[in-house]
């Protein structure tokens, strides 16, 4: 809850000031560059090895060679010296609710309507929170005419997960299949990074409500799932 947050944040704004802090004198004696703002880079190191809850098992590989992977990455980076490349130019890919037209069925709008409100608030409050009533108040629809599109709470879950990795994977095939040709591999996964991003922070009710809400689903939902974050 909010309020447990509240009451929360003191012991987080108090390690991650440890974080900044180290940032920042390593900036100061010259070890990192200037132009990097020490709370970014403390929530991007931070992020990254807290997701890793999410798929490390400690009993396949010692957590030391995960911890020397990831500081070789965040302080030596992934090129070799020299490899440089500008960003493949990012796409502009609409969400299909903005793009109704005028002939677009209204079974189909609600529908629409429906998932993307439950996206929402499945990404802002977690799976339990987004409760039907909830979902049918932000699509502005009667609770129960959810049903006449969706047999269940879990069946909206499951398409809003699904076309979460489905946005992501189509933007990449379609940014890689637009590579400008002498492209090197550094602009490729520059633009792959920049894909990624702005579904997720900038297009992605659903993505994030996917990468938020992955971990916490049943076993049998994430079964279901794992083929399309496999591919």
Same mark, same amino acid.
Not at 35 to 57: K, Q
């Given at each position: 809850?909010?309020?447990?947050?509240?009451?929360?944040?003191?012991?987080?704004?108090?390690?991650?000031?440890?974080?900044?802090?180290?940032?920042?004198?390593?900036?100061?004696?010259?070890?990192?560059?200037?132009?990097?703002?020490?709370?970014?880079?403390?929530?991007?190191?931070?992020?990254?090895?807290?997701?890793?809850?999410?798929?490390?098992?400690?009993?396949?590989?010692?957590?030391?060679?995960?911890?020397?992977?990831?500081?070789?990455?965040?302080?030596?980076?992934?090129?070799?010296?020299?490899?440089?490349?500008?960003?493949?130019?990012?796409?502009?890919?609409?969400?299909?609710?903005?793009?109704?037209?005028?002939?677009?069925?209204?079974?189909?709008?609600?529908?629409?309507?429906?998932?993307?409100?439950?996206?929402?608030? %499945? +990404?802002?409050? *977690?799976?339990?929170? &987004?409760? =039907? !009533? #909830?979902?049918?108040?932000?699509?502005?629809?009667?609770?129960?005419?959810?049903?006449?599109?969706?047999?269940?709470?879990t069946a909206i879950l499951e398409e809003v997960l699904d076309r979460g990795l489905?946005?992501?994977?189509?933007?990449?095939?379609?940014?890689?299949?637009?590579?400008?040709?002498?492209?090197?591999?550094?602009?490729?996964?520059?633009?792959?990074?920049?894909?990624?991003?702005?579904?997720?922070?900038?297009?992605?009710?659903?993505?994030?409500?996917? %990468? +938020?809400?992955? *971990?916490?689903?049943? &076993?049998? =939902? !994430? #079964?279901?799932?794992?083929?399309?974050?496999?591919?």
């Amino acid at each position: 809850s909010q309020e447990a947050r509240n009451r929360h944040r003191p012991l987080r704004r108090d390690y991650a000031g440890m974080w900044d802090g180290m940032f920042a004198q390593a900036q100061a004696e010259g070890e990192i560059r200037e132009d990097l703002s020490p709370p970014a880079l403390r929530r991007f190191t931070l992020g990254a090895m807290n997701y890793t809850v999410e798929w490390f098992d400690p009993r396949r590989e010692p957590v030391e060679s995960l911890a020397a992977t990831l500081s070789d990455l965040a302080l030596d980076g992934i090129c070799r010296d020299g490899v440089r490349g500008a960003p493949v130019p990012a796409l502009a890919l609409e969400e299909g609710l903005e793009a109704e037209g005028p002939g677009r069925a209204k079974a189909e709008r609600t529908r629409e309507a429906i998932l993307h409100a439950a996206a929402r608030l %499945i +990404r802002d409050r *977690g799976y339990t929170a &987004a409760t =039907l !009533r #909830a979902i049918a108040a932000e699509a502005q629809v009667e609770a129960g005419s959810i049903y006449y599109h969706f047999p269940s709470k879990t069946a909206i879950l499951e398409e809003v997960l699904d076309r979460g990795l489905r946005d992501l994977r189509d933007d990449l095939a379609a940014r890689m299949a637009r590579t400008p040709r002498g492209a090197d591999h550094r602009a490729r996964i520059a633009a792959a990074i920049d894909g990624h991003l702005r579904r997720l922070l900038e297009q992605g009710d659903f993505t994030s409500a996917n %990468i +938020r809400n992955y *971990g916490r689903l049943s &076993a049998e =939902l !994430r #079964a279901r799932h794992r083929p399309i974050r496999a591919d």
